[in-house]
């Protein structure tokens, strides 16, 4: 069992930038992919960003360049910076821990970002 608490969501003007924590407990961090997803009102959650157990990362097109998704497992920890923010990129932002093809599957609570002028 892995206990995901995000922190770090706000509102902020376009152009500006925030970062995303996600805390773990209950399990083993470092075995597990991590990603950020987010989901705007009225649409399907979407992947943002993923970063392996070996630290190799992926990102969706839209946020390429602007964001960076970083891990520190020993403070059993992700992050997402996120820079250049648009109005688009406003959402509810979730953590998620996976292995095993989903076999193995937790979402935290979601942290609102709002980017607006």
């Known amino acids: 069992q892995v206990q995901l608490v995000e922190s770090g969501g706000g509102s902020v003007q376009p152009g500006g930038s925030l970062r995303l924590s996600c805390a773990a407990s209950g399990s083993i961090f470092s075995i597990f992919v991590m990603g950020w997803y987010r989901q705007a009102p009225g649409k399907q959650r979407e992947l943002v960003a993923g970063?392996?157990?070996?630290?190799?990362?992926s990102y969706a097109d839209s946020v390429k360049g602007r964001f960076t998704i970083s891990r520190d497992n020993a403070k059993n920890t992700v992050y997402l910076q996120m820079n250049s923010l648009k109005p688009e990129d406003t959402a509810v932002y979730y953590c998620?821990?996976?292995?095993?093809?989903?076999?193995?599957?937790?979402w935290g609570q979601g942290t609102q970002v709002t980017v607006s002028s």
């Open positions: 970063i392996t157990s070996g630290s190799s990362t």
């Open positions: 998620n821990a996976e292995r095993l093809g989903g076999k193995y599957n937790y």
